[in-house]
């Protein structure tokens, strides 16, 4: 990653702010039925994608049906749903970074491919006053699968791309980023992104 002070921070949500809920229970359900996470949590990410759920263009009805073209996983849809919300843990030192790095006058966003559940996440947390804004795919009409998505959102923060850092814990996401011009960072756990972030952005 190239060493350049940066003024703007992405943060992906579930998987760097919190624990990713839609994963755990996916493995959940894989563990249940004697399937593959791996696999199930692949074709899961395309249904999302394919229904439209994620982008706003189609309903969580959708997605099951999308899914259901690949594996029949026989889970009670309102039961999954309740367990993917609840898998969803706000990492506490996480936070204490997006406003270390307000307090130092950043620009510090959430940048995330999610269903309207985020927003059930933000009511039962209240995570967003963390944050100078929240980009949600369900609202934009488009995910991080399209690398436009982050011309798009430096553009709404009046940010430049070599001085906006994009955290995810998805590699193609962050391969994604850095074609587009941002400096990026893989997430594998919070001490070394809470590091890394806070020596890109000078706090240390």
Known sequence: M??????????????VIAE???RRALEAAARRRGLDPGRLLGQAMDAVYDSGFVL???????????????????EDRDHFREQVLAGFRLRP???????????????????????????HLEA?????????????????GKGKRDATLFDDTIAALGCRAGKTLFVDDGAAHVQRARGRG???????????????VRRLAGLD
């Open 2 to 15: 190239a060493q350049r002070r940066i003024e703007c921070v992405l943060f992906d949500f579930g998987g």
């Open 20 to 22: 990713e809920g839609f």
């Open 56 to 74: 706003g263009r189609g309903s969580e009805a959708d997605f099951w049906q999308s899914l259901g073209r690949h594996v029949d996983l026989g």
């Open 93 to 119: 030192a996480m936070l204490e970074l997006a406003d270390a790095l307000r307090e130092r006058g950043l620009t510090v966003a959430i940048l995330s491919d999610q269903t309207h559940w985020l927003d």
């Open 124 to 140: 039962r947390d209240g995570f967003a006053r963390h944050f100078d804004r929240v980009f949600n795919s369900y609202h934009l």
């Open 182 to 196: 941002l400096q990026a960072l893989h997430f594998r756990e919070t001490g070394q992104c809470v590091r890394e």
